[in-house]
């Protein structure tokens, strides 16, 4: 037994951390847009932080437990619903056979996802759950959920330890506006000095073709010395592509793997969750970092994932100790110090 969609929402599938190795033979790595909110929700449901989840995007879906399990919903606010209540996000919550748990359109964010103690029962597909539409490979036959569809769950609890500490104090901010933090390059030296001051100092608006695959967005043209056009290399997470109209397009986890555009600079890993937060209208700034920055950034992330687990795994601290409980966490959390922040 598991859950049945009522309800599929806009755009609704299974997603994990991706699948990874394939690309050389044009597989898309796909996973979840968002892994921070991926690997935060597996940590509070006691899971591996890869396993996979539904991801939901701007408009959630309905569901029906068939069978009682305990979930995280992380990411964007959805405004989530069990039985009709408003339910918290981001803590772990007993979810009972026959309960119905609903979402609305996104409050803040654009993507949201629940994590289910224990896994979802669908099958690997080169060692990943992923849903690959484009393809029709993963998660649940190859396509998005819809209403009907019955999806077992692979070992699901009633009961996990320090059930009061599976949580964390954050609310997605509801901000229009935010600055990503990017590494110059690979192909910065086909762009003018006027073209890269263009791109480092313009507001860039988030458009109707925002995707798994790609983020493009509307604002100042961005000047190549030439041609926007190189012979076809691999695309990373994150790169920044910009074609011959001079408009910027970002790729994301559905990406081609090799591609014949300029790119001018490449988002931070840290930073690809705000990316995949953003809705249509929403602004953009890009500011360059050094690569050691961001990978002392990633460090700091990683510290983050040690934060919650460890105060996870301790009884109950809010009654015990409640001025140290989540002491850790706070300090990651500070402005400095915090990758969720929307800078």
């Known amino acids: 037994m598991g859950i049945i969609i009522r309800k599929s929402g806009l755009y609704t599938t299974i997603q994990d951390y991706g699948r990874v ?9 796909c996973g979840a847009m968002d892994k921070r909110s991926l690997k935060i929700a597996n940590i509070l449901v006691g899971n591996p932080v890869d396993e996979a989840v539904i991801e939901m995007t701007l408009v959630g879906p309905t569901i029906e437990f068939t069978e009682t399990n305990i979930i995280a919903i992380t990411g964007g606010n959805l ?9 918290h996000t981001y803590q772990a919550l007993l979810i009972k056979a026959g309960d119905v748990l609903s979402f609305e359109y996104a409050k803040s964010g654009c993507r949201a ?21 484009r393809c029709g490979i993963g998660g649940y036959k ?11 769950f692979e070992s699901p609890k009633d009961y996990l330890p320090y059930f009061l500490s599976r949580k964390i104090n954050y ?10 933090r990017v590494i110059r390059g690979p192909q910065d030296t086909a762009f003018t000095e006027n073209g890269l001051k263009t791109f480092f100092s313009s507001p860039y608006k988030v458009t109707n073709e925002n995707d798994r695959m790609g983020c493009r967005l509307d604002g100042p043209v961005i000047e190549h010395k030439s041609s926007a056009d190189i012979i076809s290399d691999g695309i990373a997470l994150g790169s920044i592509q ?33 990316l995949a937060q953003r809705k249509a209208g929403d602004t953009i700034y890009f ?31 809010e009654v015990l100790e409640p001025r140290s409980a989540s002491r850790r966490i706070e300090i990651l959390l500070e402005k400095d110090n915090n990758p969720f922040q929307q800078k």
């Open 242 to 274: 910009v074609p011959s109209h001079g408009k910027p397009i970002i790729m994301m986890t559905d990406r081609q793997t090799t591609g014949g555009y300029t790119k001018i600079a490449t988002v931070i890993s840290v930073d690809i969750p705000k």
């Open 171 to 180: 609310m997605h901010k509801n901000e229009s506006e935010v600055t990503l």
């Open 142 to 152: 190859g396509r998005n959920l819809q209403a009907g569809d019955y999806i077992k």
């Open 21 to 29: 190795g394939y690309q050389e033979f044009g597989f898309s790595v």
């Open 287 to 317: 500011k360059e970092i050094s690569l050691k920055e961001a990978q002392d950034l990633y460090k700091e992330e990683k510290l983050l994932y040690k934060a919650i687990t460890k105060n996870i795994h301790k009884p109950c601290m």
């Open 113 to 133: 996802y629940i994590a289910f103690a224990g896994g979802l029962k669908v099958p690997k597909v080169m060692g990943s759950k992923s849903t690959y539409v």
């Open 79 to 87: 405004r989530p619903k069990l039985n009709g209540q408003k339910v």
